[in-house]
């Protein structure tokens, strides 16, 4: 089946730091993929997503670019700041059999950022 | 992008009981899905629930302690069961308009068992 694997956290960056956080998937066919954000005591958000191969996301100064090549959804963002500390989840919307679509996720990984 | 909203937004509850978990969206949608989310975890998907048919529960899950209806194109519950302490989560509907489109939550529901 789909599986998503994310880098593991936590993740401790000073601000104005590079951020990445990488992300791979298995899939069948042709998968969608996302970057949710889940901010302290909140739902998930939507941060960007990319649904074909080479297409790049981007939201918030947020980048991931959709490699099929190497099967990976990287995230990145060049300056982070104090207001980026969230967990961010990795994920991956496709046929998961039967025709039966399904939205997989990573495990999260944590970002807190120090001023 | 839909609006969702979810009630209660939290509760705690005593062990054995149940409660229903509601959501509403501001626009018809095909598909919607419960979630839940352990502390400090992921997401697990409970099960999907498209109107008009009964709902797909996922390994794990099933309709005796996760009940859900799904009367109409935006509205959902979930029901928690005879509940106990390891049932304390995070649960979260979202929704889906096509395959190609990413889901969008709702802010969850925070449920503490005694």
């Known amino acids: 089946g789909d599986s998503v694997t994310q880098m593991e956290g936590p993740v401790t960056l000073s601000e104005e730091a590079f951020l990445t956080i990488n992300c791979t998937y298995t899939?069948?066919?042709?998968?969608?993929l996302f970057w949710y954000v889940q901010y302290p005591g909140e739902g998930l958000q939507l941060l960007l997503k990319?649904?074909?191969?080479?297409d790049k996301g981007s939201n918030k100064g947020f980048e991931a670019t959709y490699r099929k090549e190497t099967t990976s959804f990287h995230l990145e963002k060049g300056s982070v700041q104090v207001s980026d500390s969230a967990v961010y989840f990795c994920?991956?919307?496709?046929?998961?059999?039967?025709?039966?679509?399904?939205?997989?996720f990573g495990k999260g990984t944590k970002l807190s950022v120090i001023p | 992008s839909a609006v969702i909203s979810q009630k209660p937004s939290r509760d705690i509850c005593q062990r054995g009981t149940s409660l229903t978990i509601q959501c509403q969206v501001d626009?018809?949608?095909?598909?919607m899905f419960w979630y839940r989310q352990q502390p400090g975890q992921s997401l697990t998907l409970i099960a999907t629930?498209?109107?008009?048919?009964?709902?797909?529960?996922e390994s794990g899950f099933v309709i005796d302690k996760f009940p859900i209806s799904r009367p109409n194109l935006t509205f959902s519950t979930l029901t928690v069961s005879n509940m106990s302490p390891e049932d304390s989560s995070i649960y979260l509907c979202?929704?889906?308009?096509?395959?190609?489109?990413?889901?969008?939550f709702g802010d969850g529901t925070r449920l503490s068992i005694l």
């Open positions: 979202s929704v889906g308009v096509s395959p190609d489109q990413p889901q969008h």
């Open positions: 899939a069948t066919g042709y998968p969608s």
């Open positions: 990319a649904t074909k191969a080479d």
């Open positions: 994920a991956l919307w496709g046929d998961s059999g039967a025709g039966s679509y399904q939205l997989t």
């Open positions: 626009s018809q949608v095909t598909m």
């Open positions: 629930a498209n109107q008009g048919s009964e709902a797909t529960y």
